[in-house]
Nanobody, 117 residues
């Protein structure tokens, strides 16, 4: 099963930015779709072609991207709000639709993001 490790969280003031990173353990095979979750709900996803989907709560503020290395995904979080405070997880899926309903990786520890003044 694909293992995922998230990093990059921290404490930031409202209006600030953070960049989260995630590495999937799948070797020699590019995972079709990867995404970021908050409370196990998909908030941003990206497939191999670079197509992206976002939850309305983060649209226009968060940007998901894939790294040049296989199975690495980033989440650039800008204009952070107090309500973005959460533990963020990443996971993988067969496509963007499956990513939202049936991610197949093992949930990692996540990375905590706290937005507070």
């Amino acid at each position: 099963q694909v293992q995922l490790v998230e990093s990059g969280g921290g404490l930031v003031h409202p209006g600030g930015s953070l960049r989260l990173s995630c590495v999937a353990s799948e070797r020699g095979h590019r995972v079709a779709a990867m995404g970021w979750y908050r409370e196990r709900k998909l908030i941003a996803g990206i497939n191999m072609e670079g197509r992206t989907v976002y939850d309305d709560s983060v649209k226009g503020r968060f940007t998901i991207s894939r790294g040049t290395t296989d199975n690495v995904v980033y989440l650039q979080m800008d204009n952070l709000k107090a309500e973005d405070t959460a533990t963020y997880y990443c996971n993988a899926g067969g496509d963007l639709t499956l990513l939202s309903v049936f991610p197949f990786g093992s949930w990692g520890q996540g990375t905590q993001v706290t937005v507070s003044s």
